[in-house]
């Protein structure tokens, strides 16, 4: 009789197990699945209209201009559709502006939040200001997909199509209409709009100079929303290293130009796990011609008094005197934006200051 008991126990055992997955499943498809499209509409380019600017409790509003706009999508069987974005310019006399156009800094926000919640979270607008750079907030609709996440899992954004091509046209059209320096675009992202930020400058190196990527999932793998979870949480590495090798081998003829990148992890991130950052220091290792090894520079940051800074390491990889590779590692961040505005999701308070460290990190290379 102890048969039949011990098949009944291992049944359940199966069927909780089952629907263990399929709760899972149905949770991550609720945040990378599309949702139906729209009723059709014609999207008709607008020029940038004026708004009030963002400002953030105890500093004062960033003082240059905060553009809004709609940026066209090519038509699809749903109908046209368009891309909305933001568009920050620093204030000051015409005679002090740069004489080759601002450094345009492309900041792309992670699932479930919006441009404008990006901006705010980060204040990148007011460090903007103050080191002379535009900033460009595009936003995913949520007619693409339901939690505004940047499909970067799916292959053909990865291959250049899809939302990378959007993206480089949306950068291509800003350049025209405003006075930007091309040697000098970067991209930069949380999360999901770290890993699209990964696949924009990598599909378009001679447009992008360097890329910032702050919680971001491994370069070429996922692949669907399945695998999108498994990446998160356990990284990718045989897809990584056939990722870089695949996108080497697809430039015979104009070789991969440097890619200057600063990778910023959480080391209490539940939901991208720090394996992530590990990989993607390895991608770019390979991306810029260096051995895989130890930093040339590592600098040991205690924690601040009374939390004001979590306890980090700063990692450089040199070619020559130059920092090529920046990996920093920050003891108890989880998910979310280091030194940030608590006020908005995704945001810790503590430092070090992300945004900071973005701009001047860009502010050392150009195209």
């Known amino acids: 009789m102890a048969r039949p008991v011990r098949k009944t126990r291992l049944l359940r055992s199966l069927t909780r197990a089952a629907k263990a997955q399929q709760s899972m499943l149905t ?30 409790p105890g500093l004062a509003p960033a003082t240059g201009r905060w553009l809004a706009g ?82 970067w899992f799916d292959r053909a954004t990865q291959e250049g199509g899809a939302e990378t091509g959007v993206l480089a046209s949306l950068i291509g059209n800003v ?38 990527l702050h919680s971001g999932p491994v370069f070429g793998a996922g692949h669907g929303p399945v695998g999108a979870l498994r990446v998160m949480r356990h990284g990718a590495a045989e897809q990584a290293d056939a990722a870089i090798r695949g996108l080497l081998r697809g430039r015979p003829a ?34 810029n011609g260096l051995p895989a090894g130890p930093a040339a520079r590592v600098a040991v940051k205690p924690a601040g008094r009374g939390g004001s800074r979590n306890a980090h390491e700063i990692h450089d990889y040199l070619v020559g005197r130059k920092v090529v590779l920046r990996v920093v590692r920050i003891a108890g961040l989880g998910h979310a934006w280091s030194g940030g505005d608590p006020a908005h999701a995704f945001n810790a308070k503590a430092g070090p200051d992300a945004s900071r460290m973005v701009l001047e990190f860009f502010g050392r290379h150009r195209r």
């Open 254 to 287: 104009a070789p991969m130009p440097p890619m200057p990148a600063l990778l910023i992890q959480g080391e209490d991130d539940q939901v991208v796990d720090p394996v992530n950052q590990r990989q993607l220091a390895h991608q770019w290792l390979q991306l």
């Open 27 to 56: 949770t991550l498809l609720d945040v990378y699945t599309p949702t139906p499209s729209s009723p059709a509409r014609k999207a008709a380019p607008r020029k940038p209209a004026a708004k009030s600017g963002i400002s953030r």
């Open 175 to 212: 350049c025209e209409q405003h006075s930007i320096d091309r040697r000098r675009i970067y991209a930069c992202g949380l999360s999901a709009g770290a890993g699209m930020a990964a696949i924009l400058a990598l599909n378009h190196p001679e447009l992008i100079a360097a890329v910032a």
């Open 70 to 151: 709609r940026f066209p999508l090519a038509a699809t069987p749903a109908g046209a559709r368009d891309m909305q974005y933001w568009l920050y310019v620093p204030d000051c006399a015409p005679d002090e502006r740069p004489r080759d156009g601002w450094p345009l800094v492309v900041m792309l926000h992670g699932c479930h939040q919006s441009a404008t919640q990006f901006a705010q979270g980060t204040r990148m607008n007011h460090l903007a200001e103050h080191k002379g750079f535009a900033v460009l907030y595009p936003q995913q609709s949520v007619t693409v997909q339901a939690q505004r996440c940047w499909r």
